[in-house]
């Protein structure tokens, strides 16, 4: 090994096990938010002082903790999030038992344990809705942030939000990509929203692949084509093909020409001309 090598193999090191800290912290953020959406349910549905609070609840909370993150919007979204993600009780449960364990909670008087000995009863019957439908739990909570969550909790669909899940770990979607995706309608472009059957049957095969080709097949996005609904499920690799050299060469010609804008369209003709 030289000095060259050493610095490399520090750097990749870094890198790599730097990754692996920050999706750990984003799971467990998960984890908490999905936690604190339970406890606040829990207390709209059974807290002995429920009625004192009604629906200024969130802000009295947000008030009484008085920590900077444990804001009145993390615990709107976080309650939507335990409501439409009931599927996570099954993983999180483990977190909540760790919980109380520790050694503050071993510490706490009589009637506060029994809260969380409750709570845990309940978190353990929360029905499950991991089926074949869903991508599990596992899956998400493993490739999806939080922040990614509350775009998806934005679709009111629950096929539409199925097939943002599946794109985003599939295809690794950032947040603003996954953003762009939704405000560019690629789930209605590529002509599932007129089927719901259809949509849910195409999403599953993608979930649970039933042939080597839906295992190794991978999306890819044009809507900047603009290809009309219909012709999507029709087009042919050909067509594609000649649809992205037209663009290409509309994009360098557009380039080469917008510095010269006060040129004549004679002259514009004559070097798309040339370029062909």
């Known amino acids: 090994m030289n000095f060259e090598q050493l610095a490399t193999i520090i750097t990749d090191t870094h890198q790599q096990l730097q990754q692996s800290a920050v999706k750990a912290v984003n799971q467990r953020l998960t984890v908490r938010n999905w936690l604190i959406g339970f406890y606040i349910v829990e207390f709209e549905q059974n807290g002995e002082d429920r009625a004192t609070y009604g629906e200024q609840l969130l802000k009295n909370l947000e008030q009484r903790i ?9 615990f709107q979204w976080s309650r939507k999030f335990y409501l439409l993600y009931p599927r996570f009780n099954l993983l999180i449960k483990h977190s909540f038992m760790l919980i109380c364990e520790t050694p503050s909670h071993k510490l706490i008087v009589n009637e506060e344990k029994q809260i969380y000995e409750t709570l845990s009863h309940k978190l353990q019957n929360i029905e499950n809705e991991d089926n074949d439908e869903n991508i599990p739990a596992e899956k998400l909570l493993s490739s999806i942030s939080f922040s990614h969550f509350i775009e998806l ?27 762009r995706q939704i405000d560019a309608l690629s789930y209605e472009r590529i002509g599932l929203s007129g089927d719901m059957e259809h949509a849910l049957t195409t999403i599953q095969q993608k979930i649970h692949p039933q042939t ?18 219909q012709r999507v499920l029709l087009l042919k690799e050909s067509e594609l093909e000649t649809l992205l050299l037209d663009h290409l060469r509309d994009f360098i010609i557009e380039l080469l020409c917008k510095p010269l804008h006060n040129i004549s369209y004679a002259n514009k003709f004559i070097m798309q001309s040339d370029l062909n």
């Open 153 to 179: 909790m934005k679709i009111d669909n629950p096929v539409k939000r199925l097939y943002y899940e599946m794109l985003t770990i599939q295809t690794g979607l950032s947040v603003r990509e996954l953003k």
């Open 212 to 229: 080597v080709t839906d295992t190794v097949k991978d999306d890819y996005f044009f809507e900047f084509l603009n290809i009309p609904q």
């Open 66 to 74: 008085n920590q900077k993150a444990l804001s009145v919007t993390l």
